[in-house]
């Protein structure tokens, strides 16, 4: 049955629905040979000869689902053109071809799911999905409470209103506060962005969970594969 080329990619493992799309429009992917460009091509995976970079997709790999406990200072990509480490760097070769599930940039920490399934990867990231993410931030100063129900209320960024949020005070130092904070949403660096229009710059950000994966006892700059509970829950 003939489906749209990018959900071929992504199920059979090579990227994610969105990374399929770009290695479509940069001229990657042949169909019978011939260069497929136009997003939206469609193509039958058992009739269609379909190649990304000449190597031909032919057999659906063993969909594999984990979590890691990123550290900071590492990227969410297979490569970096300016020598950064990358989060494969924290996987073991068997492991070093799943991609990240949605992103925490390069100062953030905390829980990141990876692996080789495009459509879990594209249900967990969609914004219609609203799947919950909850961080806990350490901000500069000390938000009013006037300051926190802006946050917990929205705040328009790039001409649009973000989502309500769920925000939590979890403790004060002399010049800083930590939140525990909720979104259903996951806009470019929303959070930092947002800290900073409010008035209190984030210090230090963290990611406890995704959905019903939490970390837990999982240490800094390890990984472990999701149990049958935690893909059930997912809608696996």
């Known amino acids: 049955m003939a489906e749209r080329l990018q959900k071929i990619l992504a199920s059979y493992g090579i ?8 290695l479509i429009a940069s001229g990657r992917v042949r169909i019978n040979n011939q260069l497929i460009t136009t997003l939206g091509t469609k193509a039958d995976p058992n009739s269609d000869r379909i190649t990304v970079d000449g ?3 032919n057999i659906k790999p063993q969909l594999e689902y984990l979590l890691l406990h ?8 297979r490569h970096d053109p300016q020598g950064r480490r990358t989060i494969q760097e924290l996987l073991p070769p068997n492991y070093q071809h799943l991609y990240s599930v949605g992103r925490l940039d390069y100062d953030s920490s905390g829980a990141l799911l ?13 914004p219609r999905h609203h799947v919950p993410k909850v961080y806990e931030v350490i901000v500069q100063g000390h938000p009013s409470d006037r300051i926190l129900d802006q946050w917990r209320q929205g705040i328009e960024l790039d001409g649009k209103l973000t989502l309500p949020a769920q925000v939590q005070v979890l403790a004060s130092q002399a010049h800083s506060t930590k939140l525990q904070i909720t979104l259903k949403e996951g806009r470019n ?6 800290a900073e229009i409010l008035g209190n710059p984030v210090l230090e950000l963290h990611r406890v ?15 472990r594969l999701l149990d049958q509970q935690e893909l059930a829950a997912l809608g696996l």
């Open 15 to 22: 990227a994610s629905r969105r990374k399929s799309e770009d």
């Open 55 to 57: 190597k031909l997709i």
């Open 70 to 77: 990123k550290l900071k200072g590492y990227i969410c990509s």
């Open 114 to 126: 990876l692996t080789n399934d495009g459509d879990f990867a594209n249900r967990l990231t969609h």
């Open 189 to 194: 660096r929303q959070i930092r962005r947002v």
């Open 209 to 223: 969970a995704i959905a019903t994966v939490n970390l837990n006892n999982l240490a800094p700059g390890a990984y």
